[in-house]
């Protein structure tokens, strides 16, 4: 799927030759995989000690073949997933006596992970002596022993600053048991011992899960069964792509993007560069990253995995649904990346901190609205990216416990997701590399958790990408310590560069952070960083939302009316911006489209 300036790919011309394995056995294997990388996830939801874990779901589930192909991820993050095989890669080339009971620590960026706070199980699941499966079981931690207590690092000179503990595929259970060694280090190191410890427990019962049930699925079929449907199903998704591709007008398309500025670093910004070649002919398609510039002493870098994933899930959010997710559609994917690159492979020791969202989300964007900027009816305008205030990573002491340490990512925030050919921006998108799959904290629950308190949490009205079809809103979040003082750490972006809409689309509102003293005065703070807050202040974010697709004067009246009563746009946003005139002061019920006023609204020049 990915290749250097002198790779060549390999993947096959076609993939239309029918299959052997029957359609109506290749459907029911194809989803008992996927039910069981859900049973998976609902373990690690269940189990999971951290709120990041039990509240936000910042983790993901996969599992790939004995070949190291990606065959089922379910609803797996696409930053955490579609780079999958590339962990996998590195457990079979670093421990070449793999066996029954192993199972591997991994977080390493450079050896294929996506950054260093997400830790990954990997369980090679054998059956009649063959490595037949690898299960992945990937969480995000609140703490992984950084130099700071955040596990976003933005200004990172470079991994050794960054502070992590960097475990590159290493065996942490034999024979099924425990390697003390490896545990022992990660309590020593990391600031919430027992919490990250319940995590990992929550991280090998799911990769354990899934070993059961696949043993279960071999016994059930048979080795030569499953090997055929492997190979089988492989072909049919490529086959799903490529005809997907084949419905594209073809030809080349480049696409721009920028991140905020990087103070200190980049004070103009990050460009991002997309090439796209669409060959419908050869059902293909290139993608170009190699024209972009080199990795930068900041933790904002990306990892090969992520360059691989969020580029992918760019290309999934630009063609039609229902293409399975697996190594086998993305054999019609070529990627064309260079090392030390902020866009492709990371030279040790630059840090990758931040590769899982930023300039990642980034890559998405620019890619899917690179699609939708060329031909219309394809594609997406841009969504948020970045993580304000509103997904702080929170820490001090709790009184509760007797002023033990705690450390977390909150997800409370709620940014707005991009709008597509024919549908609207997704208002719990969050942002662009999760997709809308992981959730936004429950306010309850994460008071009784955490010594903190939120303000107040709202949509943000008229924050939202004005278009035919609009992207989603964002909202507004303010929150702060009950009595002790709490850090909060926060990469926030689209300050600068809000989110873009495309094919006449307007752009979305740009991202706020700001703190709130005592009294409840406001003032804006810096993008990147950290703050300190004292009980009776707060912090908090007006969040950005999507950008919308299309002229907003072709939206339904009665959807902007729709908008209008939910609180996501103004009465006077309606009238300026979609042009329809409604009838009323106030959202409610009684209010009413104003059909003569709307069309001389419309009628007018746009």
């Known amino acids: 799927m990915t290749a250097t300036d002198t790779d060549t790919d390999t993947a096959p011309a076609s993939s239309a030759a029918p299959t052997k394995t029957d359609p109506i056995l290749l459907a029911v ?3 008992r995989l996927d039910s069981i990388v859900r049973e998976m996830e609902n373990t690690l939801l269940r189990t999971g000690r951290s709120g990041v874990l039990n509240m ?33 890669e590195a457990m079979t080339e670093l421990q070449p006596d793999l066996a029954e009971g192993d199972a591997f620590l991994h977080n390493d960026p450079y050896r294929g992970n996506s950054h260093a706070a997400d830790h990954t199980i990997l369980i090679p699941v054998f059956f009649e002596g063959e490595h037949m499966f690898t299960t992945l079981a990937k969480a995000h931690q609140a703490d992984i022993g950084n130099s700071e207590p955040s596990t976003y690092m933005p200004f990172a000179k470079d991994v050794y600053q960054e502070g992590a503990l960097i475990f590159p595929c290493v065996r942490i259970q034999q024979d099924y048991r425990d390697v003390d060694d490896i545990i022992r280090m990660c309590r020593a190191r990391i600031r919430v011992p027992e919490q990250w410890y319940g995590d990992y427990l929550a991280m090998v019962g799911a990769a354990r899960v899934a070993e059961a049930r696949l043993k279960e699925l071999c016994e059930r079929y048979g080795r030569d069964t499953l090997k055929a449907f492997i190979r089988d ?7 799903r792509m490529a005809q997907a591709i084949e419905k594209l007008p073809g030809g080349r398309t480049v696409g721009t993007g920028r991140h905020d500025p990087i103070p200190g670093v980049l004070p103009d910004g990050i460009e991002i560069t997309v090439k796209l070649d669409v060959d419908t002919a050869e059902r293909r398609i290139t993608v170009d990253l190699r024209d972009n510039i080199d990795c930068i002493p900041a933790g904002v870098n990306e990892s090969e995995a992520c360059t691989v994933s969020n580029v992918m899930a760019g290309i999934f959010n630009s063609l039609e649904t229902g293409i399975p997710a697996n190594s086998g559609s993305f054999r019609r994917i070529e990627l064309l990346l260079r090392e030390n690159c902020i866009v492709g492979k990371p ?21 899917q609205k690179a699609v939708a900027d060329a031909w219309a009816g394809f594609g997406a305008a841009e969504g948020a990216t970045g993580l304000g205030p509103g997904f702080s990573v929170v820490s001090g002491t709790d009184r509760r416990t007797g002023g033990e340490p705690y450390v977390n990512q909150v997800f409370l925030g709620s940014q707005g997701g991009p709008a597509h050919p024919e549908i609207d921006g997704w208002v719990t998108y969050g942002l662009a590399v999760a997709a809308g799959l992981m959730f936004r904290d429950s306010i309850e629950l994460s008071e009784l958790k955490y010594p903190f308190r939120v303000e107040e949490l709202r949509i943000r009205t008229d924050s939202e990408g004005a278009g035919r079809r609009r992207g ?10 009950k009595w002790d003082p709490m850090e909060a750490a926060y990469v926030t972006d689209c300050v600068s560069f809000p ?13 706020v952070a700001f703190a709130r003293d005592a009294g409840g005065a406001e003032r804006e703070i810096d993008s990147l960083g950290a703050i300190t807050l004292q009980a009776g202040e707060r912090i908090g974010q007006h969040s950005t939302g999507g950008g919308g697709y299309g002229h907003p004067f072709e939206r339904e009246p009665e959807r902007v009316l729709d908008d209008v009563r939910m609180g996501f746009v103004s009465i006077d946003r309606a009238r300026e911006v979609y042009g329809v005139a409604l009838t009323g002061d106030r959202p409610s019920a009684s209010l009413s489209i104003d059909d003569a006023g709307t069309a001389l609204l419309r009628a007018g020049e746009r």
């Open 29 to 31: 294997i194809s989803n």
């Open 56 to 88: 936000a779901r910042d983790f993901s589930c996969a599992i790939t073949t004995g070949e190291n192909e990606l065959l089922s991820s379910a609803e797996g993050l696409p930053c955490h997933i579609f780079g999958a095989h590339l962990m996998t």
């Open 233 to 239: 199903w492989m072909d049919y998704s490529e086959d």
């Open 347 to 367: 030279r040790f020791p630059h840090s990758t901190s931040v590769a899982t969202t930023n300039v990642g989300d980034r890559l998405t964007v620019t890619t």
């Open 472 to 481: 989603a809103p964002g909202a507004t979040v303010a929150f702060g310590p």
């Open 499 to 511: 989110p873009r809409g495309t094919q006449g689309g307007l752009p979305a509102a740009r991202n």
